[in-house]
């Protein structure tokens, strides 16, 4: 079994283990936003990818990628594609529970994610960031500095994810006689089989009846670390993401925990996704995609 970044590194910074990859999702959104055919628009990212002092470059447009070489700008462009769909999609999940009348969001390692500052929210949504102090820390400096203010009462939450953070959620006036909207973007690969059940299952009983979560999984995750694609953008980065990844052969596939907890699930591919937002997915993508899915279910 692969030893995680949450075994080898207590608190993790936004540079180093899983934080780096906070910073390199910051510079995929800002990259996407600058596009012409742009599928998201996170003004705050370009602040992040040129604060944090990170070792390896982190352009925020596809110009200064190019100025790295050939490489830097496939890996790079892929980076922001990939992740403008998935961000995309998951925007309008939060953003349609809203409108259904759901109060509160809770965004489960929420890293550099600034979706309390960026998306329209009804009149009196709380949104739950939870995360690592350091990154919390990082993020909340960035936000003063530039003077962000969120579109709906923000609570960054500092609590591990692998020990009891219902506590503190709850303590920062998480309620969960509330219908919650969860989401769980780019985490469940970094979790041990143990922590993403119990994760699950303090997920379901924090969920009133109408709630509902988003998140991406990724199947296979042993063959995925071995392929090309996967160590070339590992080796880009400088980041031992097989290390960082749990790989255990018996991991249970979030639908089916959820399924046993009475939910309704449901997928999609990326993929399919993409050509709906009229996005052709590149070839670094495209070789990775077929291990991804979103993954989507509601509490009756």
């Given at each position: 079994?692969?030893?995680?970044?949450?075994?080898?590194?207590?608190?993790?910074?936004?540079?180093?283990?899983?934080?780096?990859?906070?910073?390199?999702?910051?510079?995929?959104?800002?990259?996407?936003?600058?596009?012409?055919?742009?599928?998201?628009?996170?003004?705050?990212?370009?602040?992040?990818?040129?604060?944090?002092?990170?070792?390896?470059?982190?352009?925020?447009?596809?110009?200064?990628?190019?100025?790295?070489?050939?490489?830097?700008?496939?890996?790079?462009?892929?980076?922001?594609?990939?992740?403008?769909?998935?961000?995309?999609?998951?925007?309008?999940?939060?953003?349609?529970?809203?409108?259904?009348?759901?109060?509160?969001?809770?965004?489960?390692?929420?890293?550099?994610?600034?979706?309390a500052h960026r998306l329209d929210w009804p009149s009196g949504f709380r949104l739950f960031e939870i995360d690592q102090p350091r990154v919390l820390a990082f993020k909340d400096q960035v936000l003063a500095q530039h003077g962000a203010h969120p579109r709906c009462t923000r609570h960054p939450?500092?609590?591990?994810?692998?020990?009891?953070?219902?506590?503190?959620?709850?303590?920062?006036?998480?309620?969960?006689?509330?219908?919650?909207?969860?989401?769980?973007?780019?985490?469940?690969?970094?979790?041990?089989?143990?922590?993403?059940?119990?994760?699950?299952?303090?997920?379901?009983?924090?969920?009133?009846?109408?709630?509902?979560?988003?998140?991406?999984?990724?199947?296979?995750?042993?063959?995925?670390?071995?392929?090309?694609?996967?160590?070339?953008?590992?080796?880009?980065?400088?980041?031992?993401?097989?290390?960082?990844?749990?790989?255990?052969?018996?991991?249970?596939?979030?639908?089916?925990?959820?399924?046993?907890?009475?939910?309704?699930?449901?997928?999609?591919?990326?993929?399919?996704?993409?050509?709906?937002?009229?996005?052709?997915?590149?070839?670094?993508?495209?070789?990775m995609a077929h291990h991804n899915r979103f993954v989507f279910a509601a509490l009756g």
């Open positions: 079994m692969a030893t995680s970044a949450g075994q080898q590194n207590t608190g993790w910074d936004i540079v180093t283990g899983v934080g780096i990859t906070a910073l390199v999702v910051a510079a995929a959104r800002a990259i996407e936003s600058g596009r012409p055919d742009a599928l998201i628009d996170d003004p705050l990212a370009v602040h992040f990818a040129g604060t944090a002092p990170a070792h390896v470059a982190m352009p925020t447009t596809l110009a200064e990628a190019a100025r790295g070489g050939a490489e830097s700008l496939a890996v790079w462009d892929h980076q922001a594609s990939q992740l403008g769909v998935r961000t995309r999609r998951f925007d309008r999940f939060l953003q349609q529970a809203g409108e259904d009348g759901v109060t509160q969001a809770v965004i489960l390692a929420a890293g550099l994610d600034v979706r939450v500092a609590a591990d994810l692998r020990a009891d953070w219902p506590v503190p959620l709850v303590e920062a006036g998480f309620d969960p006689a509330l219908p919650t909207v969860w989401l769980a973007e780019g985490l469940l690969g970094y979790l041990s089989r143990e922590a993403e059940e119990q994760l699950i299952d303090n997920v379901h009983e924090l969920s009133a009846p109408g709630s509902r979560i988003a998140l991406e999984h990724l199947r296979g995750i042993p063959q995925l670390t071995l392929e090309s694609e996967f160590r070339r953008v590992s080796l880009f980065f400088d980041v031992d993401l097989h290390e960082l990844m749990h790989d255990e052969d018996d991991r249970r596939d979030p639908d089916i925990t959820f399924a046993a907890h009475g939910w309704q699930v449901s997928e999609e591919h990326p993929e399919r996704v993409a050509e709906q937002y009229g996005r052709k997915l590149d070839p670094i993508s495209k070789a």
